[in-house]
């Protein structure tokens, strides 16, 4: 005798709206949190008012200046 194979049930109508509307919550917070403007890089952007912009040539004290970065000296090892 053969086993008795486990007959399909479908979701229920109720569980299937549920379902639905997780994914519309889903893709709209996705969508609204890509779109939406970042308050911290714009408030980051904008220049100080007490200190000016940099000159042609000018590196230090200034918005936009250069500034040194110091970066460990690559191992042989990692060849």
């Known amino acids: 005798m053969e ?3 486990e007959r399909y049930r479908p979701i229920p109508a109720r569980r299937r709206v549920l379902i639905a509307l997780l994914a519309v919550a ?3 917070f996705v969508t609204w949190s890509v779109t939406r403007k970042s308050g911290t890089v714009r408030e980051a952007a ?3 008012a007490d200190v000016p912009a940099c000159s042609a040539g000018q590196t230090e004290g200034c918005v936009g200046s250069m500034t040194t970065l110091i970066v460990p000296a690559a191992s042989g ?3």
């Open 3 to 5: 086993p008795e194979q």
């Open 46 to 48: 904008r220049h100080p």
């Open 26 to 28: 889903t893709a709209a």
């Open 77 to 79: 090892a990692s060849r």
